[in-house]
T-cell receptor, first 116, second 114 residues
């Protein structure tokens, strides 16, 4: 079974700082990769996703993530964070087994706080 | 377009009881997935229904069951509740499933088992 590990449970940054949230997964086969975000008081929503092709994917609000297959990683980045980026960030993997795709496996989340 | 609607928003039950949670997906979406969210375990996949059929199932005991109706609305049932079942239960919908497209999540049902 696949698993997802997010390196940091809590991250505190100042506005304009650069952000990188780590995500590693354990599964040797074909995967789809996602980052979801939950802003305070809002639903979980998709930030970006990777299925195939260019390993550098761009999402909403200036976020991007790079899929490095050899490292089983899908780290989330943003060059300059804003106070409004304060949220909980979840990395997720959808692995393909013999019978097709399984449900999403989520990491435990990273709580990001941006200080003005 | 209305989003994913989950009812009720909050529930308090006692051990041994059973509970039914409801989810109405976005209009036109045929896939409904259920997740359990707890502080310790994070988000864990329960099951997915597509066109009234369970397509995928996570590693939860048989006390957790679900079904989907012809209008794509879904219900989740937990029987013989345990204290450890206290959690936020999230429903998510998509037109085809979680394999290659984004999920739209509801606000969840917060279940407390006393």
């Amino acid at each position: 079974a696949q698993s997802v590990s997010q390196h940091n449970h809590h991250v505190i940054l100042s506005e304009a700082a650069s952000l990188e949230l780590g995500c590693n997964y354990s599964y040797g086969g074909t995967v789809n990769l996602f980052w979801y975000v939950q802003y305070p008081g809002q639903h979980l929503q998709l930030l970006l996703k990777y299925f195939s092709g260019d390993p550098l994917v761009k999402g909403i609000k200036g976020f991007e993530a790079e899929f490095i297959k050899s490292k089983f990683s899908f780290n989330l980045r943003k060059p300059s964070v804003q106070w409004s980026d304060t949220a909980e960030y979840f990395c997720a993997v959808n692995a393909y087994s013999g019978g097709g795709a399984d449900g999403l496996t989520f990491g435990k989340g990273t709580h990001l706080i941006i200080q003005p | 377009k209305a989003g994913v609607t989950q009812t009720p928003r909050y529930l308090i039950k006692t051990r041994g009881q059973q509970v039914t949670l409801s989810c109405s997906p976005i209009s036109g979406h045929r896939s409904v997935s259920w997740y359990q969210q707890t502080p310790g375990q994070g988000l864990q996949f329960l099951f997915e229904y597509f066109s009234e059929t369970q397509r995928n199932k996570g590693n939860f005991p048989g006390r957790f069951s679900g079904r989907q109706f012809s209008n794509s609305r879904s219900e989740m049932n937990v029987s013989t509740l345990e204290l450890g079942d206290s959690a936020l239960y999230l429903c998510a919908s998509s037109s085809q499933g979680a394999t290659n497209e984004k999920l739209f999540f509801g606000s969840g049902t917060q279940l407390s088992v006393l």
